[in-house]
């Protein structure tokens, strides 16, 4: 009889699968960590005390592993900065400074932040999984100015697709350069830079 480790989940994995997935993901991050950006199989598999054949089992390759590595980072940024509720009685001004914040904080306590945001990570893969979730980032932030937009908070003039990609791609680069200083910059230094950054970009109505 198979143990509960064993049993199939959804889409056809099972616990025993994901939590040994899992492994290789903290392996492969921590490795990223310790290099500075370069990840080899077999240190990894190591890490993980299991062998090459099996990542490539549950990966395909290295560059499927380097990609779940990206993903992951991105998953806990949104959890940290997007998925926290606020409160509706907050304007929307308010509500984005606080997001702001967030997310600021988040990307200078999360030590992948710097290699994942200043591209240090070479994989091909990692570059595609940057942009797959930038692109969403883009649609999401998109939809809030649309959102401002229509409660006249937000210049309705402007094109809210093309501004989001303006703000955030200024923003990442900020956040780029900063992390890669020996001494940063304070974060709210930071949040009040990006802030006028932005409300050149995203003209309130």
Known sequence: MSSTSDKTTRYGRTARGDATRLRFIAAARAE???????LEVAKVAARAETSP????????AK???VAAVVHGFYDSY???VFAVPVSPELGWTERERLRLSREIDFLFEDRLAQIVMGRRMREPSAAQADAERLASQIDMAARNVAYAQRNGEVDPEVDARLVSA????AFRELMAEAMSREV????????DTIWRLGASIIPSA
């Open 32 to 38: 990223l960590l310790e290099t500075g950006g370069t």
């Open 53 to 60: 054949a099996l990542l490539y089992r549950y990966f395909g």
């Open 63 to 65: 560059d499927g592993l």
């Open 78 to 80: 949104d959890d940290a």
């Open 166 to 169: 303006a703000f955030l791609g």
């Open 184 to 191: 940063t910059p304070s974060r709210q230094y930071l949040l």
